[in-house]
């Protein structure tokens, strides 16, 4: 349990308790007072720290891809390379990045007008939803957005990928059929949780460019707020 893969799930596991905590005991609260209001500075709160946890999200799962990478490909290196000096340091810098990045959306979410009181079509304070209400311009927004969607999303992706890459030709190269199974094994619940993140992240996105309808929106943010972390658990617990 004091191993580099268990101390990125502890991690993991931490930040999707978290992720749920920004949105669903304010929708239970929303739902048991039958009251849907949210102050302008509780709003700007709970989009912080769901873009925050979100990220961290993300780059764990990266961390993580690495730790089998290096697990498979360089086994006798293992717990050389992966200390716990540079598993506290990826942690360190995962929580930085994700950080500052939340603050720089929250920043200029801020720094935005609205006209009147605002409703908000969806279950949480998301963050398109929020620059849309907007009477001012949001160009640089939505500018922002779209680049750390990219660096923040799309980099993260891009060494995931390099990493199955590298252990799937790292376990071509094994001998026995065992052997293969064995390896492969051992990074089935990752690739699960991996597939489930960017699949249902990605659903989002596309269903609200392609529908434009806010209800179907907020259908599939459910899976992806709740569902999602609340599996990952379950695919690890049955992994063990």
């Given amino acids: 349990f ?3 893969m268990y101390f990125l799930l502890h991690n993991l596991s931490f930040v999707d308790i978290c992720f749920i905590s920004t949105t669903i005991p304010k929708m239970l609260v929303n739902i048991q007072t039958q009251s849907q209001v949210i102050t302008y500075t509780g709003c700007i709160t709970q989009m912080y720290f769901y873009m925050l946890f979100a990220t961290l999200d993300d780059f764990l799962l990266t961390v993580m891809a690495y730790d089998r990478f290096v697990a498979i ?15 506290g340091l990826l942690l360190l810098v995962s929580w930085i990045m994700s950080a500052l990045n939340s603050l720089l959306h929250s920043l200029m979410v801020s720094q935005l007008s609205f006209c009147t009181v605002s409703k908000i079509p969806h279950f949480f304070c998301e963050i398109n939803e929020i620059i849309q209400l907007a009477c001012s311009d949001t160009f640089l927004n939505n500018l922002v957005i779209y680049f750390s969607a990219v660096v923040l ?12 890459s590298k252990i799937v030709s790292c376990i071509r190269g094994i001998p026995s059929a ?3 199974f064995k390896a492969f094994s051992t990074c089935v619940s990752h690739l699960s949780v991996v597939f489930l993140f960017y699949c249902t992240g990605l659903g989002v996105y596309l269903s609200s460019a392609a529908t434009h309808s806010s209800h179907s929106d907020a259908v599939v943010s459910v899976i992806y707020t709740v569902i999602t972390p609340m599996l990952n658990p379950l695919i690890y617990t049955l992994r063990n």
Wanted: proline letters at 9%; aromatic letters at 12%; hydrophobic letters at 35%.
């Fill in 73 to 87: 490909c360089h086994p006798l290196h293992y717990k050389v390379i992966m200390n716990s000096q540079l598993c």
């Fill in 153 to 164: 999303a799309g980099v993260p992706f891009a060494g995931i990928l390099y990493s199955y």
């Fill in 178 to 180: 065992q052997g293969k």
């Fill in 2 to 4: 004091h191993s580099p």
